[in-house]
């Protein structure tokens, strides 16, 4: 029996702090799960299924590993990508040169951006763990669904042949019992027709007898 096809996966989208996110799972709950999201993203508007090829393309080739880019960009997702690049400039007027800073501020400025990367880092491996154990846990499921179907069908498979067995042996048996009637049957038959052959020959010899015997009383 050919076996059951895997539950198809889709492609979903999310923006979640510096990052765009996309994954490939078998359902928004899943999805859900892996961005570790404590609420719903979909409900929400804040996440959605997509169709843009070169986003399905790349989460199909890593199904179940989350993917990012920066927020606002439309670069190609991967495993691991770097921080926005324009972080801190939203309140520089176009075209102002921006003062230099010292070289503590700077120092200090890097930090942050460090231990965010160390965290996100941290983040990508907890979701990777969470998706890989999550499809895990449904392929589990849907081993134990198909097991359950194919004893279910073996046990019916089971009732129907002994069904069948059954019905098969009451025919033999009617069959056998049809012929020995009928062979019975054929020698009656026979023996009947052999005692009226007999019959008629005795019935001959008198009736022959007797017309001689008429004939001569009649001289």
Same mark, same amino acid.
């Given at each position: 029996?050919?076996?059951? /096809?895997?539950?198809?996966? +889709?492609?979903?989208?999310? &923006?979640?702090? #510096? ?5 490939? @799972?078998?359902? !928004? +709950? ?22 843009? /090829?070169?986003? %399905?393309?790349?989460? !199909? ?15 190609? #997702? &991967?495993? &691991? ?12 007027? /176009?075209?102002? +040169?921006?003062? =230099?800073? /010292? ?6 400025? =890097? ?5 965010? =990367? ?12 969470? @998706? ?7 392929? $589990?499921? $849907? ?7 194919? @004893? @279910? $069908? ?7 042949? =002994?069904? %069948? ?9 009617? *069959?056998?019992?049809?012929? &020995? ?20 020959? *005795? ?12 004939? $001569?009383?009649?001289?």
């Amino acid at each position: 029996m050919p076996a059951k /096809p895997k539950r198809k996966l +889709k492609t979903y989208q999310t &923006s979640l702090g #510096f990052y765009d996110q996309a994954i490939a @799972a078998p359902s !928004m +709950k899943a999805a859900l799960e892996a961005w570790g999201a404590s609420s719903n993203l979909f409900h929400q508007g804040a996440a959605k299924e997509t169709d843009d /090829p070169d986003v %399905v393309a790349a989460t !199909m080739a890593k199904p179940g590993v989350v993917l990012r880019r920066p927020v606002g960009s439309d670069g190609a #997702f &991967s495993e &691991s990508a770097e921080l926005p690049t324009d972080l801190g400039d939203d309140d520089a007027e /176009p075209g102002s +040169k921006r003062r =230099k800073q /010292p070289k503590r501020t700077t120092r200090s400025a =890097k930090r942050p951006a460090k231990a965010a =990367k160390t965290s996100s880092g941290k983040s990508d491996e907890q979701a990777v763990r969470k @998706a890989a154990a999550a499809f895990e846990k449904e392929e $589990r499921r $849907r081993e134990a669904a198909r097991a359950k179907e194919e @004893a @279910a $069908r073996a046990r019916e498979r089971a009732r129907r042949d =002994k069904a %069948v067995a059954a019905a098969e042996a009451a025919l033999d048996k009617a *069959r056998r019992e049809h012929d &020995s009637r009928a062979e019975a049957i054929e020698a009656e038959r026979a023996a009947l027709d052999e005692r009226a052959e007999a019959e008629q020959d *005795r019935w001959d010899k008198q009736r022959i007898k007797l017309q001689e015997a008429l004939r $001569r009383a009649r001289e």
